[in-house]
Every structure is written in C-alpha cells, then in structure tokens.
C-alpha cells in the first residue's frame, strides 16, 4: 500500500499540511495575524519540505528535477488555493478554520497535478 505514488503522495502532503495548518492556527488565534498572512506563511513553511519528499519519496525521482519549476508550481497552486478560499469565506458561512481545511484540498490536487506531470514528468510518460 505505501508503495503507490499517490499513496506516497498522501503521506508526504500529510505532514506537509498537519505543520501548515498547525502554523495557520496559531498565526491566526494565537497572534491574531490576519487569515490570508496566516495561510500564506503556512503555505511558505512546508515548500521546502515538500520539493525534497515529492523529488525523493514521492516520485523517486534523483534527477535534476529543477526547484525554480517546483516553485512555480507552488505559486500557481497556492493562488487557486487563494482563490478557492477568499470564495468561501465570501459565500459560506463556516470558520476560518473549516474554509482553510476546505481550500487546502484544492490546492494538494492541483500540485500533485502539476508535480507528475511537470515537475517529475518521467522521461517516457506522455502528458495524457
């Protein structure tokens, strides 16, 4: 079971999304800074992180896969996440808390997209 890419992928984004979200809680409540500073310092805090898991765990990839193109991905993501967000808080009445946890589906969606078939893209595998 954790020999599956998705799989893999899961576990990694887990970890990556338990420490943002925990920083997004206590940058929220605890400093009182406000919801879209919080979620983009917890946003920032795992990406570093999760260039290495995706490279070596996930897609087991020990090639030159380019940081700067991970980084793009990252940004593209993080915006529909945005996006994604600001949306709920504007149209649903749920916390902070909730609409975050609901934002941060879209954005692991989209990244792995974007990581297998970009970032990690194997030499042979067709973007279909």
């Known amino acids: ?3 599956t890419e998705i799989f893999r992928y899961l576990i990694s984004g887990f970890i990556n999304s338990t420490i943002g979200y925990i920083l ?3 940058s929220l409540n605890f400093f009182f800074i406000n919801i879209y500073y919080s979620n983009f310092l917890s946003y920032l805090a795992g990406v570093s992180s999760a ?3 995706n490279k070596y765990y996930v897609f087991k990839k020990n090639s030159e896969a380019s ?3 991970f980084v793009v991905g990252f940004i593209i993501s993080y915006f529909i996440n ?3 967000l600001k949306l709920i808080l504007e149209f649903l ?3 902070n808390e909730d609409a975050q946890l609901i934002s941060m589906a879209t954005y692991t ?3 792995y997209i974007y990581n297998k078939l ?3 893209k194997k030499k042979n595998e067709k973007l279909t």
């Open 1 to 3: 079971m954790f020999k």
């Open 67 to 69: 940081i700067y193109i």
């Open 93 to 95: 009445n749920i916390s």
């Open 82 to 84: 945005l996006v994604i």
């Open 118 to 120: 970009i970032v990690f």
């Open 109 to 111: 969606i989209t990244f």
């Open 51 to 53: 260039f290495f898991l």
């Open 24 to 26: 997004f809680i206590i």
